[in-house]
């Protein structure tokens, strides 16, 4: 049971353009939402989050967007660089767990971007 | 420099032997955490701990031990009962409290079976 689904395995952008990374969830009770970037052999990075009383959530080139009716989450970088180029995660965590602090992951989408 | 620390980076195990995998962190977080990835899928849960001499089961406990004897340490052990042990282990640790904090990572133990 998948409760995160990032349904793109892997994405390519050109340099200076922008990149979008989806992620789509099932469980209504998750109201806190991540983003992490991890490189080969290391642990991921937290880059944004959002809670789900916004819908929107923007830091630096990346942006956070959430359409709750949906149950989808992405995530924008603007412009892309090829130091971006990595796998992403999507992560979530449920109303009651958020002082456990228990995230559920996506499988992750690698992206590249091309110079 | 604070952050999470975990070793060894690879690690190499015998069928049958358990193995002990080291996570330190000096941000002062109660809460710490074992993760497991596997090639193309996400973080599994394995256990997680909210404060000192106390830990919970995650999704994928089984064939694995845990201990938190101090508020910085929390090594996971993978036993022989673990039947795939081969993967990639990531250590995460949270501040506890207030609303929403996320998790900050260790850079990974890849354990691989001999």
């Known amino acids: 049971d998948q409760q995160v689904k990032q349904n793109s395995p892997s994405l390519s952008v050109q340099e200076g353009r922008i990149s979008i990374l989806n992620c789509d969830y099932t469980?209504?009770?998750?109201?806190?939402f991540l983003w992490y970037k991890k490189y080969p052999a290391e642990g991921p990075t937290f880059l944004i989050s959002?809670?789900?009383?916004?819908d929107k959530n923007e830091d630096g080139r990346f942006t956070v967007f959430l359409n709750k009716s949906a149950k989808h989450l992405s995530l924008h970088i603007v412009p892309s660089q090829p130091g971006d180029s990595a796998v992403y995660f999507c992560?979530?965590?449920?109303?009651?767990?958020?002082?456990?602090?228990?995230?559920?992951f996506g499988q992750g989408t690698t992206l590249q971007v091309k110079p | 420099d604070g952050g999470i620390t975990q070793s060894p980076k690879y690690l190499f195990r015998k069928e049958g032997q358990n193995v002990t995998l080291s996570c330190e962190q000096n941000?002062?977080?109660?809460?710490m955490y074992w993760y497991r990835q596997d090639p193309g899928q996400g973080l599994r849960l394995i256990y997680y701990?909210?404060?000192?001499?106390?830990?919970q089961k995650g999704d994928i406990a089984e064939g694995y031990s845990v201990s938190r004897e101090k508020k910085e340490s929390f090594p996971l052990t993978v036993t022989s009962a673990q039947k795939n042990p081969t993967a990639f282990y990531l250590c995460?640790?949270?501040?506890?409290?207030?609303?929403?904090?996320?998790?900050?990572f260790g850079d990974g133990t890849r354990l691989s079976i001999l």
């Open positions: 959002i809670s789900s009383i916004k």
């Open positions: 941000l002062n977080h109660d809460a």
């Open positions: 995460a640790s949270k501040e506890q409290g207030g609303l929403n904090q996320p998790q900050h």
């Open positions: 701990s909210q404060i000192v001499n106390d830990f």
């Open positions: 469980n209504s009770m998750f109201d806190y």
């Open positions: 992560a979530a965590s449920a109303r009651g767990s958020s002082n456990t602090g228990k995230l559920i």
